[in-house]
């Protein structure tokens, strides 16, 4: 079988939602492998806390280059600590820059209750408008949910798992098993 003929990993939507001093990550439980569900029960939501400081960080892609952009999210946060935005920046760096990162297929959503952020492998740390941001094959359902609730007396949870519900009723490749961390600003 050619690589371009592997019908590749799918499976994964996750949701940030800063409201009301609150942030939430929510993340489906669905991993895909072409038109099989491989699992349901994923859990793609992570709580990290290095040297005390405390972040949640939501990943779509492949899993093992999601845990390799956690370890190395954790050892910039050691090295900055308390400092989500410049950690994150200094992740992109390498990881646009640094041949073997280069390779990694990852995005990732994180937060310390202060700063929402998502970070690419095209080097980018991006701050969302509306206070939601979305990743994921079925991440553009549950961003456009959000942002649809956002002006509502919603709190954040509701808002997170309300958009993840939408998403998975429209994305195929998204279920209702759901891992929800939230941290406070």
Same mark, same amino acid.
């Given at each position: ?8 990993? !799918? ?9 009301? +001093?609150?942030?939430?990550?929510? +993340?489906?439980? *669905?991993?895909?492998?072409? *038109? &099989?569900?491989?699992? +349901? &029960?994923? @859990?793609?939501?992570? @709580? ?14 492949? &899993? ?31 990881? @646009? ?6 390779? %990694?297929?990852?995005? =990732? ?7 929402? =952020? ?7 740390? %991006?701050?969302?408008? !509306? /206070? ?5 094959? +079925?991440? /553009? ?16 949870? *509701? ?27």
């Amino acid at each position: 079988m050619a690589d371009n003929d592997f019908p590749g990993w !799918h499976g994964t939507t996750i949701i940030g939602v800063k409201k009301g +001093g609150q942030v939430v990550i929510a +993340g489906d439980g *669905q991993v895909s492998l072409g *038109q &099989t569900v491989i699992k +349901g &029960t994923a @859990r793609k939501v992570r @709580r990290l806390s290095p040297g005390g400081f405390e972040v949640v960080a939501g990943f779509a892609g492949s &899993t093992a280059d999601a845990f390799t952009l956690l370890e190395r999210l954790e050892s910039k946060l050691e090295a900055t600590p308390g400092q989500l935005a410049r950690a994150s920046v200094e992740l992109a760096k390498d990881w @646009r820059t640094d041949k073997y990162l280069q390779k %990694l297929e990852a995005m =990732l959503i994180v937060t310390d209750g202060k700063d929402l =952020l998502v970070i690419t492998g095209a080097g980018d740390v %991006l701050e969302p408008e !509306h /206070n939601v941001a979305a990743i994921g094959s +079925g991440g /553009n359902f549950a961003l456009a949910a959000a942002r649809a609730m956002m002006d509502g007396d919603k709190e954040a949870e *509701q808002v997170a798992r309300e958009a993840m519900a939408i998403a998975a009723d429209i994305c195929v490749y998204t279920n209702g098993n759901l891992t929800v961390e939230s941290i406070s600003g």
